[in-house]
């Protein structure tokens, strides 16, 4: 059984950083895929960056410039989203989603980033 396992979360000052790692356990295969969403209190999930197999990237327009997402080399089923500059409004659950070469998704169940002085 496929499973995503997110971590690095936590309460974060303004301004400030964190990495989040997010692993694949149960797969044989490449996904042809992965980002992050998120979701904060009251509003709908939405793509925060994603990554495809080729290396191509996608960046919702509210963390250009700020957020990062890159994959770990070693493994291709690990990706991580470097955070920085973090403002009060990236405050949310975010969650790791991979697509598979079967058309299948796949989710994490989230971590959570809280964005306060």
């Known amino acids: 059984q496929v499973q995503l396992v997110e971590s690095g979360g936590g309460l974060v000052q303004p301004g400030g950083s964190l990495r989040l790692p997010c692993a694949a356990f149960?797969?044989?295969?490449?996904?042809?895929?992965m980002g992050w969403y998120r979701q904060a209190p009251g509003k709908q999930r939405e793509l925060v960056a994603g990554?495809?197999?080729?290396?191509?990237?996608?960046y919702a327009d509210s963390v250009k410039g700020r957020f990062t997402i890159s994959r770990d080399n070693n493994t291709n089923n690990t990706v991580f989203l470097q955070m920085n500059s973090l403002e009060v409004e990236d405050t949310a659950v975010y969650y790791c989603?991979?697509?598979?070469?079967?058309?299948?998704?796949?989710w994490g169940k989230g971590t959570l980033v809280t964005v306060s002085s």
């Open positions: 990554l495809t197999s080729g290396g191509s990237t996608n």
């Open positions: 149960g797969t044989i295969f490449a996904f042809i895929r």
């Open positions: 989603n991979a697509s598979s070469p079967f058309g299948i998704d796949y």
